[in-house]
């Protein structure tokens, strides 16, 4: 017997490419972009808080809105598009490394404030998760086959590294939200008008 026909029915050969459906990055983008561009403006003295505790809650409310719009309600994604495994296979990966990214940055923060650099620990949060959508694009790219998901992926990797050379100053917090323009909002809402196998 070939190798041929040992492999040719295999579930991975048999089972539809991945479809790209892009709700869960455009909602993740908008979501955390705007909480972004609100933290640049706290940090920048434009907008004073009662009490610092307060931009935790900024980034709850981010990700309350990022689960409500982009995974419980899909807003905005087709119901039929939905329905196909190709979609959820491609929307359960995006959704585990998104889920992965909070328990690291939430970790990484719990660390951050039981060795006292909790005044810190927001400058954490924009290089890891651009990271994650550096991986999840390149993802993309492999389950696909397309190239244009490896080069977001590139770019994501590395303004990553550039975000990270601006930590402790409110301008990363503003090229965060620049940076989920590029590498999800846009993206995202491309992939919502026409999703892409």
Do not use: C
Request: aromatic residues 10%.
């Amino acid at each position: 017997m070939s190798t041929l026909s040992l492999t040719a029915d295999t579930p991975l050969e048999t089972t539809q490419p991945a479809v790209m459906e892009g709700g869960m990055t455009f909602w993740a983008g908008l979501s955390f972009g705007t909480a972004s561009f609100v933290q640049y403006l706290i940090l920048s003295g434009h907008i004073i808080l009662p009490h610092p505790a307060l931009m935790g809650l900024l980034w709850m409310a981010a990700a309350l809105a990022f689960v409500m719009f982009g995974i419980v309600f899909k807003v905005g994604s087709d119901r039929l598009i939905l329905q196909q495994p190709a979609v959820k296979r491609f929307r359960a990966v995006w959704g585990t490394l998104i889920l992965g990214a909070a328990v690291v940055i939430a970790a990484l923060m719990i660390m951050m404030v039981k060795f006292g650099a909790a005044a810190h620990a927001s400058f954490i949060i924009s290089p890891i998760a651009l990271s994650v959508y550096g991986v999840g694009w390149r993802v993309a790219g492999v389950m696909t086959g397309k190239s244009w998901p490896k080069w977001l992926s590139l770019g994501a990797f590395g303004t990553a590294i550039g975000l990270a050379l601006l930590a402790g100053r409110p301008e990363q917090s503003l090229a965060y939200t620049a940076a989920l323009i590029v590498f999800a909002i846009l993206p995202g809402l491309s992939l919502l008008l026409r999703p892409v196998n």
